[in-house]
Structures are given as structure tokens and as C-alpha cells.
């Protein structure tokens, strides 16, 4: 059983930057990718990145393309999410995601709870 715990969300002024952490436990943490979907208020969940089980793979949402980055460090079974020149409309909740590297933008295995990014404009 592969449990995620999200960390570092918030609120933050736009043009600023927040890190989120996600915690993996069970399974094989470097066997699995790991990536990041959102839910903006009233809005339907959209991928937003991805990385696979090495680290030397990633794809991202066109959204967030060129502000965003995710990264992985496999010793601490830990994914992150760089989030700088954050705008309003990236306000949503937060939620890290494990599975396969192809099927993680459409149909994740696992899933985190979640937590809340909020950007004041």
C-alpha cells in the first residue's frame, strides 16, 4: 500500500513562489513516477507534471510549462513541485499522484490528499 502526504502549501502574493513536498511510503518509491494533478475551485482536476521513477524523464501541463518544475529525490522518498511566478489562476488544490509514467497523466494509481495553494493577486 503506497500512502502520499503533501506538504507546503499556502498563500502567497502573485509573481511569488511556494515548494510543495510529497512523502512516499510503501512500495518501491524509485520503481514507480510521481507527478502532481490540481483543482482549481469549481473546476474539474487537470495534470499538472510529472517525473519518472529515475528522474531523468518529465512532462508538464502547458499552464505551467517553463514556471513549474518537479523533481525527485529517491534516497528521501520524496517528489517536489517548484512553483515560481505563481498567478491567481494557479490557485487550486494540490494533489501528488504515483503510477505509471505514461498513464500518470490520465489514470494515476495513487493519489495524496492534497493541499491548498492559494495565490492573492
Known amino acids: 500500500q503506497v500512502r502520499l502526504v503533501e506538504s507546503g502549501g499556502g498563500l502567497v502574493q502573485a509573481g511569488g513562489s511556494l515548494r510543495l513536498s510529497c512523502a512516499a511510503s510503501?512500495?518501491?518509491?524509485?520503481?514507480?513516477?510521481m507527478g502532481w494533478f490540481r483543482q482549481p475551485p469549481g473546476a474539474e482536476r487537470e495534470f499538472a507534471a510529472a517525473?519518472?521513477?529515475?528522474?531523468?524523464?518529465?512532462m508538464y501541463a502547458d499552464s505551467v510549462k517553463g514556471r513549474f518544475t518537479i523533481s525527485r529525490d529517491n534516497a528521501k522518498n520524496t517528489v517536489y513541485l517548484q512553483m515560481n511566478s505563481l498567478k491567481p489562476e494557479d490557485t487550486a488544490v494540490y494533489s501528488c499522484?504515483?503510477?505509471?509514467?505514461?498513464?500518470?497523466?490520465?489514470?494515476?494509481?495513487?493519489w495524496g490528499q492534497g493541499t491548498q495553494v492559494t495565490v492573492s493577486s
Open positions: 499522484v504515483g503510477g505509471s509514467y505514461q498513464r500518470l497523466p490520465y489514470d494515476p494509481d495513487y
Open positions: 510503501g512500495g518501491s518509491f524509485r520503481s514507480y513516477a
Open positions: 517525473i519518472s521513477g529515475g528522474g531523468g524523464s518529465t
